[in-house]
């Protein structure tokens, strides 16, 4: 039978482990984290390792081992502290739908401003204090709109899936972060070319919305998928306060069969 209380677990939980500054370099866990997401933000999440974040500290990996067991429990660390980011933006309007709206901008402008770090925000878990707070400020404006918890939380969850998933793809240059401006010119050009060969009978639709496409900008993409979301939010939240008000409430939509395929919408994952 294995040894299942000796072997490590796969998952550690960093901010049940904070330890004190070290006492040879006043090293903290705070400042390593600042600096993991300076690095990132300038050279790359390729570049982000212990060894090379030693160097940018002038410190020795003890050092950065006292504090943090490991690059996993290193990326978990700044995940969260860039969801405090956008915690610090959140404020009560005194609308909900205009709170939701703005949190999601707020979501979307700190991913991109640390494009580097935004795709990992999907493959970490995302409950550290600073998510945990942003997820209590969410579901207090809506539980604060009448809704009950469960319809808060899906709604909560579908602005932050929503915003956080627009971002990672925008970060996501189809030829890579570091590409130059005459790499995406001459992938234009490329593009332009195939384009040209695709028959106007097969594919009168797709040739349209290209012509189209090259018009809309990320800003009215984004904004245009926001508004459908929160119409879909402040429909049920209508239906909610008529339900609580003895009202008859829409039925609800038929829910088909489906398989259940992988999630790619990075959350507030519980």
């Known amino acids: 039978m294995p040894d299942t209380e000796s072997r490590s677990p796969r998952v550690s939980f960093p901010w049940l482990t904070e330890r004190p500054a070290d006492a040879r370099t006043h090293l903290t866990r705070d400042q390593i984290v600042e600096a993991a997401i300076r690095l990132a933000d300038t050279e790359g999440l390729e570049a982000?390792?212990?060894?090379?974040?030693?160097?940018?500290?002038?410190?020795?990996?003890?050092?950065?081992?006292?504090?943090?067991?490991?690059?996993?429990?290193?990326?978990?660390?700044?995940?969260?502290?860039?969801?405090?980011?956008?915690?610090?933006?959140?404020?009560?309007?005194?609308?909900?739908?205009?709170?939701?709206?703005?949190?999601?901008?707020?979501?979307?402008?700190?991913?991109?401003?640390?494009?580097?770090?935004?795709?990992?925000i999907g493959s970490r878990p995302t409950f550290g204090p600073h998510?945990?707070?942003?997820?209590?400020?969410?579901?207090?404006?809506?539980?604060?709109?009448?809704?009950?918890?469960?319809?808060?939380?899906?709604?909560?969850?579908?602005?932050?899936?929503?915003?956080?998933?627009?971002?990672?793809f925008e970060c996501r240059d189809p030829l890579g972060i570091d590409s130059s401006e005459d790499d995406r010119r001459a992938f234009m050009e490329q593009l332009g070319r195939f384009v040209?060969?695709?028959?106007?009978?097969?594919?009168?639709?797709?040739?349209?919305t290209l012509?189209?496409?090259?018009?809309i900008t990320p800003d009215e993409q984004f904004e245009y998928g926001l508004r459908q979301v929160?119409?879909?939010?402040?429909?049920?939240?209508?239906?909610?306060?008529?339900?609580?008000?003895?009202?008859?409430a829409a039925p609800a939509p038929?829910?088909?069969?489906?398989?259940?395929?992988?999630?790619t919408g990075p959350a507030l994952r519980r």
């Open 48 to 120: 982000l390792s212990m060894r090379r974040l030693g160097q940018v500290l002038d410190a020795g990996a003890t050092s950065l081992y006292w504090h943090v067991r490991n690059k996993d429990e290193l990326l978990d660390l700044v995940v969260d502290r860039i969801i405090g980011e956008v915690r610090d933006e959140m404020r009560s309007t005194g609308s909900w739908r205009a709170d939701l709206e703005e949190t999601a901008r707020s979501i979307r402008r700190v991913l991109v401003r640390h494009r580097h770090i935004a795709p990992v």
């Open 131 to 168: 998510a945990v707070a942003a997820l209590e400020w969410l579901i207090g404006r809506l539980r604060s709109a009448g809704t009950d918890v469960r319809t808060a939380l899906l709604a909560s969850q579908s602005v932050i899936n929503y915003a956080a998933g627009f971002a990672v």
């Open 211 to 215: 012509e189209v496409g090259a018009s």
């Open 196 to 208: 040209g060969t695709l028959p106007a009978d097969q594919y009168p639709n797709t040739l349209e």
């Open 254 to 263: 038929t829910r088909r069969p489906h398989r259940r395929g992988p999630q």
């Open 230 to 248: 929160l119409n879909g939010i402040e429909a049920d939240v209508t239906n909610v306060r008529t339900r609580g008000r003895g009202g008859r």
